[in-house]
């Protein structure tokens, strides 16, 4: 982002020390901290068991997101969307950049830069670190069907990963399922 990117308010409620972002309750760490904890379930379990279980509560987290900020915000549809884009890019995840998006089906293309998992495992040939984000879109993006009255069954995966070499950024596509 060029410029002073857009500033998050965070509320600290001063007798819980609970932070809230929009009435939403936030979590702050370290990214080291998080980084340490992903790895360390992922050696635990495997990544392609690890990988699945984040896929599904990476979707179920983007659907309830989106359904609270719609409220807050009083958007709708593929604007909630567009807005859970914008918002996830100021919480320090990666910028994620809508390539392309098919509004009768849900199609998209997002592009990632600055992953932190790109930060946190550095150049892994070959390698494609970055698939927590893979449930989070098609979650989003079923949420703006079901509020506009469609039903979309999507899914997402991470098809290039900054880790490759060559690549500077990530591309996640969503398809129809």
């Not at 550095?122 to 506009?148: H, I, Q, S």
Request: charge should be negative; hydrophobic fraction near 40%; proline fraction near 5%.
């Amino acid at each position: 982002m060029a410029g002073n990117p857009p500033s998050v308010a965070i509320e600290v409620d001063p007798e819980t020390g609970i932070w809230t972002t929009d009435g939403m309750p936030m979590i702050y760490m370290p990214r080291h901290f998080f980084l340490n904890n992903h790895l360390a379930v992922e050696r635990a379990l495997g990544r392609e068991v690890y990988a699945r279980h984040l896929y599904d509560a990476g979707y179920r987290s983007a659907w309830q997101w989106c359904e609270r900020e719609s409220k807050t915000h009083s958007l709708r549809g593929l604007d909630v969307f567009r807005h859970y884009m914008k918002r996830v890019s100021q919480r320090g995840w990666a910028q994620f950049t809508i390539v392309a998006l098919n509004g009768e089906t849900g199609a998209a293309t997002v592009r990632l830069d600055h992953s932190v998992f790109i930060y946190g495992e550095g150049n892994k040939p070959d390698d494609r670190v970055c698939y927590m984000f893979a449930g989070w879109m098609p979650g989003a993006l079923e949420w703006a069907a079901f509020d506009t009255g469609n039903a979309w069954k999507l899914s997402g995966e991470e098809t290039q990963c900054a880790c490759e070499q060559g690549r500077d950024h990530c591309l996640f596509e969503v398809r129809p399922a």
